[in-house]
């Protein structure tokens, strides 16, 4: 059974930092790319940052410079650092795992979701 299990959200002031965590199992995460995902309230589920299985990040360019994606395959956990917070930034944030294969098959796994929230 795939599990993504995300941690780290909360309550955080304007320009307080926080780091999330998303720790898998029931895959082998290093074949895996990584994802973090965030979903406003009223808004749709958007990408903010990815790192292949490889270490190749990308981000979203309001992210950049603020966000970073990192991975640890020893430990099957994918982290998101992220600094200079604003109320902007306040979501739902997911983990997603994604791995294809050269028939195009196709596995895509997300976590329940961790709340961030800044505010004053």
């Known amino acids: 059974q795939v599990q993504l299990v995300e941690s780290g959200g909360g309550l955080v002031q304007p320009g307080g930092s926080l780091r999330l965590s998303c720790a898998a199992s029931g895959i082998i995460f290093s074949m895996y790319a990584m994802a973090w995902y965030r979903q406003a309230p009223g808004k749709r589920r958007d990408l903010v940052a990815s790192?292949?299985?490889?270490?190749?990040?990308n981000y979203v360019d309001s992210m950049k410079g603020r966000f970073a994606i990192s991975r640890d395959n020893a430990k099957n956990t994918v982290y998101l650092q992220m600094n200079s917070l604003n109320p902007e930034d306040t979501a739902v944030y997911y983990c997603?795992?994604?791995?294809?294969?050269?028939?195009?098959?196709?596995?895509?796994?997300w976590g329940q979701g961790t709340q961030v929230t800044v505010s004053a």
């Open positions: 997603n795992a994604e791995r294809m294969l050269s028939d195009n098959t196709r596995y895509n796994y």
């Open positions: 790192i292949t299985s490889g270490g190749s990040t």
